[in-house]
Structure formats: structure tokens, C-alpha cells
Nanobody
């Protein structure tokens, strides 16, 4: 049974930093690319970032490019996203994702709040 558990929720000031983690179980972690998504209040869930199986290739949404950094530790079965220069547009519930056809697996999400 695949399980994804996000952590690192919290309150951060504009311009601050926060790191989110997502621990996976029930899957051979290194066999899968990993993705982060987010859903802001009143909006659809949107792609944030992805990382290849070995961590050698990453992609970012334009809204977070140059501010967020995705990484992974295959030994720990964990993917991270380091959020720097947090902006007022970043508050959302952040989800990690594994796509294992025919289905997608999602964590429960972790809330990030931005406030001064």
C-alpha cells in the first residue's frame, strides 16, 4: 500500500523560508519521479515542481522558479521542497504525488500560511 506523508507545515513571513518533506512507503521510491502540487483557497490544484528518479532532472512552475528547490533522498524515501523568498501568493496546501499508472497517489497535504 503506497503512503505519502507530508510534513513541515507552518507559518512563514513574506520573504522567509520553509522546507516541506514527503516520506513515502509501500513503494520502491527510487523507481519513481516525484512531484509537488499545491492548492490555494478557491483555486484548482496546480503543479509546483518535479524531480526525476535519480534527482538529476528537475522542473518548476514559473510561479516558483528560482525560489523553490526540490530534492530527494532515495535512501530515506523522502522528497523535499525548499521554499525561499516566500511570497503572499504561496499560501496553500502542498501535496506530494507519485504517478503509478493507472493511478496517482497523494499525501494528505500540509498547510503553508504566509503572514507578517
Amino acid at each position: 500500500q503506497v503512503q505519502l506523508v507530508e510534513s513541515g507545515r507552518g507559518l512563514v513571513q513574506p520573504g522567509g523560508s520553509l522546507r516541506l518533506s514527503c516520506a513515502a512507503s509501500g513503494v520502491t521510491f527510487s523507481d519513481f519521479a516525484m512531484k509537488w502540487y499545491r492548492r490555494a483557497p478557491g483555486k484548482e490544484r496546480e503543479f509546483v515542481s518535479s524531480i526525476s528518479r535519480d534527482g538529476g532532472s528537475t522542473n518548476y512552475a514559473d510561479a516558483v522558479k528560482d525560489r523553490f528547490t526540490i530534492s530527494r533522498d532515495n535512501a530515506k524515501k523522502t522528497v523535499y521542497v525548499q521554499k525561499n523568498s516566500v511570497s503572499p501568493e504561496d499560501p496553500a496546501v502542498y501535496y506530494c504525488n507519485i504517478s503509478w499508472p493507472p493511478r496517482d497517489y497523494w499525501g494528505q497535504g500540509t498547510q503553508v500560511t504566509v503572514s507578517s
